[in-house]
């Protein structure tokens, strides 16, 4: 079982629509990192949380250190938001990321 | 912006060859790591280095070695290419965030295929 868990994997929404996609970990962590990986494969890192929540632009990340569970939020999603959303764990004291296996966004015009 | 390259983008080779990828970065990290991603997997760390002359192997095994000879620097060499080496292998660097835990920024990956 992976330590990191995403759900769901794929999930395609109109354009417009709320999206929501969870992350779920199993160990205690520093910090927990949300990515997005287009499909050429380059990764931009979107937030990086240890606590409560983020927002920028459209996209809006939240924490629950005591759940150990983390949801990334896009609001009237676009096309261009089609990408696959990766989250990341740092643990305690290990600077090294742990990865989950990616949610697939594709967002229909 | 973060300024870390890769270079090739990708790569066809036949078996038994030597390649390298090349990863740098302009922005004076310390810390540098690859990864590798196989399609629809999640990614794995293969080596890491906290500076020059410094390097780590990471939580997956590989047959992968690298150098840290310059700060921004930070190649990756296989030997003797195989097929079960087919993969996407992402470069990254860090900078020192608020507390322990760095923000790690990713270049754009090599796709390798070997055949």
């Known amino acids: 079982k992976n330590e990191v868990e995403q759900s769901p994997q794929n999930l395609t929404a109109q354009e417009g629509e709320f999206i929501t996609i969870n992350c779920s970990y199993s160990?205690?962590?520093?910090?927990l990192h949300w990515l997005q990986q287009h499909p050429g494969g380059g990764i931009v890192s979107l937030f990086m949380?240890?606590?409560g929540k983020k927002k920028h632009g459209r996209l809006i990340a939240t924490i629950n250190i005591q759940e150990k569970h983390s949801s990334l939020h896009i609001t009237a999603s676009h096309p261009r938001d089609s990408a696959v959303y990766i989250c990341?764990?740092?643990?305690?004291?290990?600077?090294?990321?742990?990865f989950g296996t990616g949610t697939r966004l594709t967002i229909i015009p | 912006e973060a300024d870390i390259y890769q270079t090739p983008r990708y790569l066809v080779i036949g078996t038994g060859k030597k390649i390298t990828l090349e990863c740098s970065q302009t922005?004076?990290?310390?810390?540098m790591y690859w990864y590798q991603q196989d399609p629809g997997m999640e990614l794995h760390l293969i080596h890491y280095s906290y500076g020059v002359n410094s390097t780590e192997k990471g939580d997956l095994s590989s047959e992968s070695t690298v150098s840290r000879i310059r700060t921004e620097h930070f190649p990756l060499t296989l030997e003797s290419a195989r097929p079960s080496h087919t993969s996407q292998y992402l470069c990254?660097?860090?900078?020192?965030?608020?507390?322990?835990?760095?923000?790690?920024?990713f270049g754009p990956g090599t796709r390798l295929t070997v055949l």
């Open positions: 922005m004076g990290h310390d810390k």
């Open positions: 990341a764990v740092a643990n305690f004291g290990n600077e090294k990321l742990t």
């Open positions: 160990v205690g962590i520093s910090a």
């Open positions: 949380l240890s606590s």
């Open positions: 990254a660097s860090s900078v020192p965030g608020l507390g322990k835990t760095d923000t790690q920024y």
